[in-house]
């Protein structure tokens, strides 16, 4: 009896040794906090924000510190990646003479303009798809020609609408989802990639995603706290030798220009970037805005279908935003019972 005691104590013993260790494994600072935005350049900037706000009830968020006036940033709901839109550049704090913008070919919105490379489509999460559709058709907004559905996943409910410049969005029938403020949200964002395995090592090795699912020309990742779909144009029924490459030299199109996440360690992360076989294609620095210094420290990776991957550090911030345009800040999310009856004016002033 006493040597069964005597082992179950050291078995005590053991395993609060081994609590104790784990609890001072340093955390993985190099690994982002959160997706920080995806976003938009748009024909009509204002149009465009006013069409979130007014279809998914979005919020506009405040700038910290000196405001970039040419961005907007657009939030679902709580504690999740904002939808950023600004206009194609070149913006009146753009360094005079530049010709980054000036020798570009801007590529008009069209809806047969959607088979490049890059972010496909956005998926937007509501509790019931039947009631988002005739809401949003009903307010005049046009069913698209493709239907995407989610590859993992077949038998959830889907529905692909054109936003503003005929940029995709997926409706995702989600009845269990944590609300926004008129009951959806960003699900997932839906990338067309050359080669699916090659798209899944960069992410995995620079930002921490995990593969989740996969089959020949499909992969779904978790990256940091978001869903991403990557498929190869096979997987959309898209013919290869029609998807055109991304030319960040000699053309901008509307659309996504850029996906980014947040780092609250920008030099632990460059690091780790520099371990990997991949190189920035902007090292991070501190932003300036007309030779004044900003809060932002950024830097730019492209990803192996060219897309814009942006790394960003904002000073005292190391979560998603919360404070509103109008200086009122977030809420804590509505609980999983919320019946979508309160309007956004009851969070606050909308802008």
Not at 63 to 76: I, K, N, S, T
Not at 96 to 102: E, K, M
Not at 153 to 165: C, K, L, R
Not at 191 to 210: A, H, P
Request: charge should be negative; proline fraction near 7%.
């Amino acid at each position: 009896m006493v040597q069964r005691n005597q082992a179950a104590l050291c078995a005590l013993i053991l395993f609060a040794a081994l609590l104790s260790a784990c609890s001072s494994i340093a955390p993985n600072t190099a690994k982002p906090a959160i997706f920080e935005d995806i976003h938009y350049f748009a024909t009509d900037p204002d149009a465009s924000g006013a069409f979130f706000q007014k279809h998914f009830g979005a919020r506009l968020m405040a700038h910290p510190g000196r405001p970039q006036e040419y961005v907007d940033f657009w939030a679902l709901r709580s504690g999740e990646v904002p939808i950023t839109i600004s206009p194609i550049g070149p913006y009146k704090t753009t360094p005079p003479g530049s010709t980054f913008w000036s020798n570009k070919k801007i590529i008009p919105p069209s809806s047969d303009d959607n088979s490049y490379y890059g972010v496909y489509a956005v998926g937007i999460a509501t509790p019931s798809l039947k009631v988002a559709v005739g809401k949003i058709t009903s307010a005049g907004v046009e069913l698209a020609k493709e239907h995407i559905r989610l590859p993992h996943d077949q038998d959830i409910p889907t529905q692909t609408i054109y936003g503003p410049d005929y940029n995709l969005f997926t409706l995702v029938e989600r009845p269990n989802m944590n609300p926004g403020y008129r009951g959806y949200g960003v699900d997932h964002v839906h990338l067309l990639v050359r080669d699916k395995d090659e798209t899944v090592k960069f992410y995995r090795d620079v930002f921490f995603g995990e593969e989740i699912w996969s089959n020949d020309n499909s992969a779904v990742l978790k990256i940091v706290d978001m869903l991403f779909i990557l498929s190869e144009p096979e997987a959309l029924r898209l013919d290869r030798s029609s998807v055109e490459e991304r030319d960040y030299i000699n053309k901008v199109r509307y659309g996504v220009g850029h996906i980014g996440w947040l780092s609250t360690d920008m030099q632990a992360f460059m690091d780790h970037v520099d371990s990997t076989e991949y190189k920035f294609g902007v090292r991070p620095a501190r932003f300036y805005l007309q030779s004044e210094r900003t809060v932002y420290t950024l830097g730019l990776l492209l990803s192996p279908n060219v897309l814009s991957t942006e790394i960003l550090q904002e000073d005292g911030r190391h979560s998603a935003r919360t404070v509103f345009s109008d200086g009122g800040t977030l809420p804590e999310p509505p609980s999983p019972g919320f019946q979508y009856q309160i309007t956004p004016e009851e969070y606050g002033t909308a802008k």
